[in-house]
């Protein structure tokens, strides 16, 4: 597959299943990933690669973390909340380790983590995965951040859902003359 087929097809799948990526396809996710532009060089992302059991165990994290946010949360919420990571195969928790430079903003670094997180999802469609993206409040949490051995100036942009394409995804027509204009 070529690289505008990778981007113009790429879509988030409906449903993700066994298998995930084998090692020669994570590595080549993670790869990608790395290639994303970043300013200053800093590599600014970090990869947090939850899988098997620890998906039940992130799923734990997850409900405590609505648990906090919403302590009369009804047990099939708190219950839903846990299923999260059971989504797919390989949750992969793209992070920004935020990092003081006078020349690189705190905002480019983020950014460059949420290129390297696109670059991944591209990359997985291109090796015949899928993938998708989601975030939510868990991102946002400081106990989330601590459960993943990430520090409290790292930012989550995304966690990342990869697998088999169970139930396919559909492309949605984009309207470029809504978002576009020349200055």
Not at 3 to 32: C, F, K, W, Y
Not at 71 to 90: N, Q, T, V
């Amino acid at each position: 597959m070529d690289a505008i087929d990778a981007l113009m097809n790429r879509v988030s799948p409906a449903q993700l299943v066994e298998p995930g990526p084998d090692a020669a396809q994570l590595r080549t996710l993670l790869a990608a990933a790395a290639r994303a532009p970043d300013h200053g060089r800093m590599q600014p992302w970090r990869f947090v690669l939850i899988e098997g059991e620890a998906r039940v165990r992130f799923g734990e994290v997850m409900a405590q973390s609505l648990k906090r946010r919403e302590p009369d949360a009804p047990a099939g919420k708190l219950d839903a909340e846990r299923k999260k990571p059971l989504r797919a195969p390989l949750v992969v928790v793209v992070a920004a380790a935020v990092k003081e430079n006078p020349k690189v903003p705190d905002v480019e670094q983020v950014v460059a983590a949420g290129a390297a997180a696109q670059n991944m999802l591209v990359a997985a469609h291109a090796l015949g995965l899928g993938g998708f993206w989601r975030t939510g409040a868990a991102a946002y949490d400081p106990e989330v951040k601590r459960a993943l051995g990430l520090g409290d100036s790292d930012a989550i942009v995304g966690f990342l859902y990869v697998g088999s394409v169970g139930v396919p995804g559909q492309v949605k027509p984009s309207d470029l003359a809504a978002v576009t204009r020349r200055w």
